[in-house]
């Protein structure tokens, strides 16, 4: 099969053959002039999409509007889109009509940045009217012309500058900067999930903390809709550099600030944006209440949020046991180790051993329990090893089981009862063997028709 540059250069080849010119452009380019692996190759030509339509036997009219076909062949998709200018744009969004145009450069030139307006022949010949390679070998961003203009016309170009300079680790051109300082207050315009989709690229990047701090200081977070509290402050807070006013200055405050970077320094170890998401939420203590609302208002997939959510719920319910037994008495070793069990079977093995790692990094800080963090850190995960089921489904009886040799009718109480005899086989060493089981379950319900 071909991959994906190789398709590439089948379709630039055959755009020519028909008299077309045809590049490669934008991330692919950019990519590889950085030594990265290119994740997409796109194709921009001077061929109209009906035209790059009838060159191909398979097509895709994947977003014809905006002069974009999607070529496959031999099953590998390759997108070119037609040379084009964006003359219309409303409510700072991209615009919702195009022109098509017939030269290279005027399609350049509608392009967010330098680095990202590059064009590269067949021949590997670049096409570099605004500087790109330069600005790569540099390590800058820079906007294509007039950067007021720029993000005037599309304020989404600013969080892209942002997460371009995190997860290059370039600067920003000072023009470009001071530019995006002015037109901050735009991003108001932009549609929550593109925040978002924009904030987890960045999270989950080379330099999190940088990309918070470069947020924090163009003040771009000020002016999404994420509405003003716990959620925007708590964040805010992480990406701070600057003690409070003396004013507003409180012990805690300062201790917080002071402790922050610390515990955020080893946030990149970990991988995946629910986990870097996850962890930047534990290291902030944001309640996982807090947390929901937050993403709710960022529009986060339901499937991510639900996840950060549950760990977060472990992490308060872990907080909340060693809070309330060390304040009073030493928590022994094995009662730590039956309820971190106890509460890894009720939330999953996946969710337990994702706090464990959310955990290793955060107990670096002090605190008056540290011992017990730690100590779930060293052994946590043996602990989780000695965990004999995870499922009720794993159990040697079925509730139709149970209620036939108890002679009740089955009901919400047999899910209960299944539960109570997960936790004795997966804990307590009991055999998972179903007449053994059985009679445990006759002990139990015996147990609850006492008055
Ligand atoms: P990556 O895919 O690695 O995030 P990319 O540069 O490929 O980066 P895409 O969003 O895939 O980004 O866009 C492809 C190209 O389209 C960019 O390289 C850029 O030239 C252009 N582009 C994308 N978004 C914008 C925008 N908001 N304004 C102007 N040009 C843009
Ligand atoms: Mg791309």
Same mark, same amino acid.
């Given at each position: 099969?071909?991959?994906?540059?190789?398709?590439?250069?089948?379709?630039?080849?055959?755009?020519?053959?028909?008299?077309?010119?045809?590049? &490669?452009?934008?991330?692919?380019?950019?990519?590889?002039?950085?030594?990265?692996?290119?994740?997409?190759?796109?194709?921009?030509?001077?061929?109209?999409?009906?035209?790059?339509?009838?060159?191909?036997?398979?097509? &895709?009219?994947?977003?014809?509007?905006?002069?974009?076909?999607?070529? $496959?062949?031999?099953?590998?998709?390759?997108?070119?889109?037609?040379?084009?200018?964006?003359?219309?744009?409303?409510?700072?969004?991209?615009?919702?009509?195009?022109?098509?145009?017939?030269?290279?450069?005027?399609?350049?030139?509608?392009?967010?940045?330098?680095?990202?307006?590059?064009?590269?022949?067949?021949?590997?010949?670049?096409?570099?009217?605004?500087?790109?390679?330069?600005?790569?070998?540099?390590?800058?961003?820079?906007?294509?012309?007039?950067?007021?203009?720029?993000?005037?016309?599309?304020?989404?170009?600013?969080?892209?500058?942002?997460?371009?300079?995190?997860?290059?680790?370039?600067?920003?051109?000072?023009?470009?900067?001071?530019?995006?300082?002015?037109?901050?207050?735009?991003?108001?315009?932009?549609?929550?999930?593109?925040?978002?989709?924009?904030?987890?690229?960045?999270?989950?990047?080379?330099?999190?903390?940088?990309?918070?701090?470069?947020?924090?200081?163009?003040?771009?977070?000020?002016?999404?809709?994420?509405?003003?509290?716990?959620?925007?402050?708590?964040?805010?807070?992480?990406?701070?550099?600057?003690?409070?006013?003396?004013?507003?200055?409180?012990?805690?405050?300062?201790?917080?600030?002071?402790?922050?970077?610390?515990?955020?320094?080893?946030?990149?170890?970990?991988?995946?944006?629910?986990?870097?998401?996850?962890?930047?939420?534990?290291?902030?203590?944001?309640?996982?209440?807090?947390?929901?609302?937050?993403?709710?208002?960022?529009?986060?997939?339901?499937?991510?949020?639900?996840?950060?959510?549950?760990?977060?719920?472990?992490?308060?319910?872990?907080?909340?046991?060693?809070?309330?037994?060390?304040?009073?008495?030493?928590?022994?070793?094995?009662?730590?180790?039956?309820?971190?069990?106890?509460?890894?079977?009720?939330?999953?093995?996946?969710?337990?051993?994702?706090?464990?790692?959310?955990?290793?990094?955060?107990?670096?800080?002090?605190?008056?329990?540290?011992?017990?963090?730690?100590?779930?850190?060293?052994?946590?995960?043996?602990?989780?090893?000695?965990?004999?089921?995870?499922?009720?489904?794993?159990?040697? $009886?079925?509730?139709?089981?149970?209620?036939?040799?108890?002679?009740?009718?089955?009901?919400?109480?047999?899910?209960?009862?299944?539960?109570?005899?997960?936790?004795?086989?997966?804990?307590?060493?009991?055999?998972?063997?179903?007449?053994?089981?059985?009679?445990?379950?006759?002990?139990?319900?015996?147990? &609850?028709?006492?008055?």
């Amino acid at each position: 099969a071909l991959d994906q540059e190789e398709v590439a250069h089948a379709v630039i080849a055959r755009l020519e053959a028909e008299g077309h010119s045809a590049y &490669l452009v934008g991330g692919c380019v950019r990519d590889k002039l950085m030594n990265r692996s290119v994740k997409d190759y796109d194709v921009t030509t001077s061929a109209l999409p009906e035209q790059v339509i009838a060159s191909f036997a398979r097509t &895709l009219p994947t977003g014809l509007q905006h002069g974009t076909v999607t070529v $496959v062949i031999q099953g590998t998709p390759v997108e070119v889109t037609t040379f084009r200018t964006e003359s219309k744009y409303e409510d700072h969004r991209r615009p919702a009509s195009v022109t098509f145009v017939p030269e290279l450069r005027e399609d350049l030139q509608r392009r967010d940045f330098t680095i990202n307006a590059i064009a590269m022949e067949r021949s590997g010949r670049l096409i570099d009217p605004y500087g790109g390679r330069t600005d790569i070998e540099r390590k800058v961003i820079r906007c294509v012309g007039d950067a007021h203009e720029r993000f005037e016309e599309d304020a989404l170009r600013m969080l892209r500058c942002l997460r371009f300079a995190s997860n290059y680790m370039f600067s920003i051109e000072e023009g470009t900067w001071l530019a995006l300082l002015d037109k901050a207050p735009l991003l108001r315009h932009i549609a929550m999930e593109r925040v978002e989709a924009e904030l987890t690229k960045m999270i989950a990047g080379t330099d999190p903390l940088r990309a918070l701090r470069l947020l924090a200081r163009s003040g771009l977070l000020r002016h999404t809709k994420i509405p003003l509290g716990a959620f925007a402050e708590r964040i805010a807070l992480a990406a701070s550099e600057h003690p409070d006013p003396p004013s507003q200055q409180t012990a805690s405050s300062v201790k917080e600030r002071e402790e922050l970077p610390e515990r955020l320094h080893r946030w990149t170890e970990l991988s995946g944006d629910v986990m870097r998401w996850a962890f930047l939420f534990a290291a902030v203590q944001l309640s996982p209440e807090e947390a929901a609302q937050g993403m709710m208002a960022l529009v986060f997939p339901r499937r991510k949020s639900d996840r950060i959510v549950k760990l977060l719920e472990f992490k308060q319910v872990i907080d909340r046991e060693i809070n309330s037994i060390a304040g009073t008495s030493e928590l022994s070793d094995e009662k730590l180790n039956m309820f971190f069990k106890k509460q890894a079977l009720r939330y999953g093995k996946s969710n337990a051993q994702d706090w464990l790692a959310i955990n290793a990094l955060l107990v670096t800080f002090r605190g008056p329990y540290a011992r017990l963090y730690v100590r779930l850190s060293d052994s946590g995960a043996q602990w989780l090893e000695e965990i004999a089921l995870w499922d009720r489904t794993e159990l040697a $009886v079925t509730g139709a089981e149970i209620a036939d040799a108890l002679g009740r009718e089955a009901g919400p109480w047999t899910a209960q009862m299944l539960d109570r005899l997960l936790a004795e086989a997966a804990l307590q060493g009991t055999e998972n063997d179903k007449s053994r089981l059985i009679l445990l379950a006759q002990q139990y319900g015996k147990e &609850l028709e006492m008055p």
